[in-house]
């Protein structure tokens, strides 16, 4: 007989993650960062692999993210919007975690599953940073798949990749709800 959780269940069919720009001081102590990162460790690796890895971006790191940021966009020849829009979530985090995407030689797990994975552990991140009281986003845009970025900004070696930033904060306001998934255009029943 199963043994449910119905708090779990409540919250995962309530949550709802919260703009970054949204998210301001006080952000979680080391103690409480690591906390959640043991939460988000604890995601389906695909044969204990562990593809991915974690760096915390404190609000000291981020002028300097948003600097490379400015750069790399401008040698990339983006518009000024697209150059902002870059810069931004470095400009307005005071905390945030880079999940890292490491992929391993395996002969049993492709690469594809590590890339997986290492989407997994964002969302399991995202979920305990929710799950304890945080507000919580999880973003990528263009500096996240800039490849110089990945190797100025964070010193990524060439098998390493940018699955996402998790920003973490104090929220600021509740945003509404969005509109959600209509599950039965997206469910298939197989019954035989």
Known sequence: MP???PEALDFLLSRRSRPAKTLTTPVPDRAMVEKILTAAARTPDHGKLEPWRFIVLSAGAMPRLAEVAEQRGRALGLDDEQITKGRTQFDQGNLAIAVIEVQK???KIPALEQTYSAGAVCLALLNAALAAGWGANWLSGWPSHDRDFMEQALDLG????????VH?????STPPDRPRPDLH???TWVEA
């Open 105 to 107: 030689p395996s002969e």
């Open 168 to 172: 973490i904060g104090t929220e600021t």
């Open 185 to 187: 255009a997206i469910t």
């Open 158 to 165: 060439p098998h390493e990749k940018i699955a996402g930033f």
């Open 3 to 5: 043994s449910p959780n």
